[in-house]
């Protein structure tokens, strides 16, 4: 069975800093999707990223970006120019091509500082 | 596009009533619903899978007699949580998927379940 890990219950960042938010994830499938979403506290849950196993090149949305390691199963989050608005739950998230579920890490709560 | 809704947003409900949840498709036709639940502070659990249609299916552990899915509809599937209790008071996540349950998915903002 698939996994998901994100060692990072909270993380702190400055305004303006850059941050890295990891997950770790286990899967014995080749192909597959991985994605970060954001749950602020309305508690929607917003796409932040995605990235298709498949794909070497890492993922890249305006702010946001991703280090992709598919050897080591590793998928972290990069936030640069960190805004308060941006402060927010994080989570990793896992998605087999063959299994339409999707497997969510535990979360990460960042914390945005003025 | 690709815009999800719930209602309600919140409910409260005494215990041993029923409560229904509504997770619609407002712009696009949903062959494939989901439900998750998601307790304070933790993660999203997915509960079932429901196909327009068809009978859904329910993720291990989860009473199908107690949480009754129907996805009437390509734009509706409802969540009904039969005889509350407070127990079952939590926050509710509805998604849905376009084209089959492969693709991505797109979330409602949620139902926040009371029961006294």
């Known amino acids: 069975a698939q996994t998901v890990t994100q060692s990072q219950p909270e993380m702190s960042v400055q305004e303006a800093e850059t941050v890295t938010l990891s997950c770790t994830y286990d899967?014995?499938?080749?192909?597959?999707?991985l994605f970060w979403y954001k749950q602020p506290p309305s508690r929607q849950m917003i796409l932040v990223i995605r990235?298709?196993?498949?794909?070497?090149q890492n993922a890249t949305e305006n702010r946001f970006s991703v280090n992709f390691q598919k050897a080591a199963k590793s998928f972290s989050l990069k936030i640069s120019d960190s805004q308060l608005g941006d402060a927010a739950m994080y989570f990793c998230?896992?998605?087999?091509?063959?299994?339409?579920?999707?497997?969510f890490g535990t979360g990460t709560r960042l914390k945005v500082l003025a | 596009g690709a815009v999800v809704s719930q209602h309600p947003s919140r409910v409260i409900c005494k215990s041993g009533t029923s409560v229904k949840i509504e997770c619609r498709s407002l712009?696009?036709?949903?062959?494939?619903m989901f439900w998750y639940r998601q307790f304070p502070k933790q993660s999203l659990m997915l509960m079932a899978t429901?196909?327009?249609?068809?009978?859904?299916?329910?993720e291990q552990g989860v009473e199908k007699d107690k949480f009754l899915i129907n996805h009437a509809s390509l734009t509706l599937s409802t969540l009904t949580v039969t005889s509350a209790h407070p127990e079952d008071s939590s926050f509710y996540i509805c998604?849905?998927?376009?084209?089959?349950?492969?693709?991505?998915?797109?979330f409602g903002p949620g139902t926040r379940l009371t029961v006294l």
């Open positions: 998604s849905a998927s376009r084209f089959g349950p492969n693709n991505e998915q797109f």
């Open positions: 712009d696009f036709q949903a062959t494939t």
């Open positions: 990235q298709e196993a498949y794909k070497q």
């Open positions: 998230a896992y998605r087999s091509a063959i299994s339409y579920k999707y497997i």
């Open positions: 899967t014995s499938e080749s192909d597959y999707y």
């Open positions: 429901s196909n327009e249609g068809s009978k859904a299916t329910y």
